[in-house]
């Protein structure tokens, strides 16, 4: 396996929360869905229940804000989306250089700085922005949950994602280890590996979930093979026991991560990565490098 390290391009880089006089939501241009992704931060306060060593979430800066503002957070979003579709945006300096084949929107993104299904209310939130999008005259936008399915057990978050199944929804779950310890090293959290499992298999019954994936190198040191097999394994568990996966998104960081000793995985091992991935589940995988999409499979 190759050990150099790609060098993000600006615009994919840039995944800032600040846009204008925003403070809930924020423009990107992603990699993984493939152009402009409008983001929605439900965790201003940068509070998540993992503390991820690659998180990019910029938390040098301290909070703008502490609380979602619901009345400013939709108004934002029904703004953030004639911005887009008007064209206004690429007169911004940040997304003037935005290539035009980036410039479409592909979706409204439950993101941010933290994780969203801690929100309190989050079944009445994605009602809201489902609203939202078809006064917008946009009903059919995708609706993109980037998620660690930490909360799926919890009634107010699966009565959440039957919304997002009624809405065009899409759920990014997060799964990137093999072993326990691998994934308490990663995560830094005290939540059971297994609880995590559990959730994204129950929930993959119900619809097809996206696994995300990231990989990186720890102190120089690419992920141990046990663990891409440990994590391989777990996919196959999951579509053993009745769980559906549209397709595998393997990437790597492109902004700067929490922890200094944590750096971007070669092209050439994310693609590994994927061809593993591939021949073991006989999944459909993506894998991302800094500067976007860089291969696909099945
Ligand atoms: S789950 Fe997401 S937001 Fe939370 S620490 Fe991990 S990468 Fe950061």
Known sequence: MSRS???PVPYFADH???????RFVYPVVSRRS???????NLNPDKVCNFDCIYCQVDRTRAPQERFVDLPRLLQELEQGLELVLGGRLFEHPRFAQV???????????????????????FDQIIQQCVEVKRRAGVPQLKMVLIT????FHR?????????????????????????EAY??????????????????TEAARERPLVIQSLFMRIHGQEPPEEEIAGYCGHLERILQGGGQ??????????RPPAQRFVEPLSLETLAQIAQQVHRRCGLAVQWFGPHGAEGQLG
Not at 16 to 22: C, D, I, M, V, Y
Not at 107 to 119: I, L, R, W
Not at 245 to 254: F, G, N, P
């Open 245 to 254: 996966i549209a397709r595998v998104q393997v990437y790597t960081v492109a």
């Open 34 to 40: 493939g152009g402009i992704s409008l983001g929605v």
């Open 155 to 179: 009634p107010v978050v699966q009565r959440g994602l039957r919304l997002l199944d009624e809405n065009q929804g899409e759920i990014w779950a997060k799964l990137e280890w093999g072993t």
């Open 148 to 151: 660690n399915a930490t909360m």
């Open 99 to 121: 290539p035009q084949q980036l410039r479409t929107l592909q979706d409204m993104a439950f993101s941010g700085d933290g994780e969203p299904t801690t929100y309190s209310n």
């Open 16 to 22: 800032a929360r600040g846009f204008e006089s925003f």
């Open 183 to 200: 994934y308490r090293l990663v995560t830094q959290s005290s939540i059971p590996m297994n609880r995590v499992l559990q959730n994204i």
């Open 5 to 7: 390290s790609p060098t």
